[in-house]
């Protein structure tokens, strides 16, 4: 009894001590303190396959020459970079599928299967088969290819153009009866992406993974690949007027993107915070009328940090899936506190995270042993989780997450797109955002993406131009949002 008391006030203390005392922390921190100590169950909570879970990254690249040669050559060039890395990222399996039932599952994939989306078509084949390109120039001309009774395509590459809005659900097309590719190759306007399913693969493996394409298709430019495996496209897109248009991805959520390259290394989290936290403060006051949400509260909306699980000097740590920190910026007489205070406060969040000790890992540890079903265990951290949790997922889910992406991998300036934590509605106008930096230790970008203040490419945009003010001069904030 002791011992769940202490518990009990710890996790409280946490709580209170980034959205303020509320009675309902005790309630949630008793039932986590009475539960974190069972045995955990298996499975990943973090995502069900969902739609809402989707993410792309993707860098500027010219259109191909010839669209067709190019979408198989992409499609060998991601097989070959699953293989290379399967196995390297912990609790990230690459070479699967998706089965999408009462819950998700991963199946084992050969990854010889590949699906490439044309117009209103879907052609699924081998990718070794030579009749390949064959198929794809009649899909692209207009003809539907035949049933496919094969296994599970591991990749759907769209030969067009996608929305960026809705580009982090491109490997959606190839799914069928609830199975389908966890994986996704396209273009949207100037960008190549990798869509992704946040199930599979974490935000470090995904930019390592998009890193490891892009290197084998500037091999592909040079010609080693396709000496290595050379690949005929007789009826290749010159002999096309033109490529049909895409169809929607059914189900897609559009977001608000923004992006741009920043020069050197990026900006470290803490300070994106920082600014993020400030901007949300002021908006909230204007944007939502709830109690919590006043001029004068004395917390920012929270705030999602993600930190690799480990020690510092562990080399593997940022491997691992991502557990998350959550922080929040205090204000006194509507003015924040120095930086400095909440980067102190902020850091000392972190360590307690990185090391499993932390609020977030508590209440990961907690719904991991929850005797409850694991599909309802994840609903519970989707952004459809039911509105009797709002209270709660205000708190732990944040209304933005601010991510830095440190990779070894040489990668261009990328933009990287999550979804959000919830999405704005009548009644929730602000919504959330994703704020993301990769960078590969020379090159960086920033990306801004979400729902409500930042649910338009002009909302994203007034955002990111808001934090890069903020970081660059503390004190812009009325200045940078009116």
């Keep these: 009894m002791r011992g769940w008391i202490r518990r009990t006030a710890e996790l409280r203390g946490e709580l209170a001590a980034i959205a303020g005392d509320d009675p309902c922390w005790w309630l949630l921190a008793g039932g986590v303190a009475l539960v974190e100590r069972w045995p955990e169950r298996p499975g990943y909570m973090a995502s069900d396959a969902e739609p809402g879970t989707d993410t792309f990254i993707g860098h500027r690249a010219p259109p191909p020459a010839d669209p067709l040669r190019d979408a198989i050559d992409r499609a060998r060039a991601a097989r ?31 990854l010889d299967t590949a699906a490439f989306a044309i117009g209103r078509h879907c052609v699924i084949a081998a990718l070794d088969d030579p009749t390949l390109p064959a198929q794809l120039a009649a899909a692209a001309r207009g003809t539907a290819p035949p049933p496919w009774r094969g296994p599970t395509p591991f990749v759907c590459v769209s030969i067009g153009d996608d929305p960026i809005e809705t580009a982090r659900h491109g490997h959606r097309r190839a799914w069928r009866d609830g199975r389908g590719p966890w994986l996704g190759l396209g273009r949207a306007g100037e960008l190549a992406t990798v869509s992704t399913c946040h199930l599979v693969v974490d935000g470090y493996g995904h930019a390592t993974l998009t890193g490891r394409i892009h290197a084998l298709l500037e091999a592909t430019a040079r010609g080693a690949w396709s000496a290595a495996h050379p690949a005929h496209h007789p009826h290749g897109s010159h002999l096309l007027a033109a490529l049909p248009a895409l169809a929607p991805v059914a189900g897609a959520i559009p977001l608000g993107v923004a992006w741009q390259d920043l020069a050197g290394p990026g900006v470290r989290a803490l300070p994106l915070a920082y600014a993020v936290g400030r901007i949300l403060h002021h908006a909230s006051a ?36 991502a557990t998350a920190a959550i922080v929040s910026v205090r204000f006194a007489a509507g003015e924040p506190e120095p930086f400095e205070r909440f980067e102190a406060r902020a850091r000392g969040v972190l360590q307690r995270e990185t090391l499993g000790v932390g609020l977030c890992a508590r209440l990961l540890a907690a719904a991991r042993a929850a005797p409850a079903p694991l599909a309802w265990k994840r609903r519970g951290f989707s952004a459809a989780r039911p509105r009797w949790l709002d209270r709660v997922s205000d708190v732990l889910g944040g209304r933005a997450c601010v991510s830095r992406i440190r990779i070894d991998t040489p990668l261009p300036p990328s933009c990287a797109v999550s979804g959000p934590s919830r999405h704005a509605s009548a009644g929730d106008p602000l919504g959330a955002c994703v704020v993301t930096v990769v960078d590969d230790g020379d090159r960086a970008a920033i990306t801004v993406c979400g729902s409500g203040l930042a649910g338009s490419s002009a909302g994203a945009r007034s955002l990111l131009d808001a934090i890069l003010a903020l970081t660059a001069e503390p004190g812009m904030l009325r200045r940078a949002v009116t």
């Design 286 to 321: 204007q944007l939502d009328a709830r109690p919590g949400a006043r001029p004068g509260a004395q917390f920012s909306p929270t705030l999602q940090i993600p930190v690799a699980p480990g020690r510092l000097d562990d080399p593997e740590r940022r491997r691992r899936r």
């Design 80 to 110: 070959t970079a699953l293989r290379d890395l399967d196995g390297a990222l912990p609790e990230q399996p690459l070479a699967v599928t998706i089965t999408r039932g009462a819950r998700a599952i991963l199946e084992p994939s050969a």
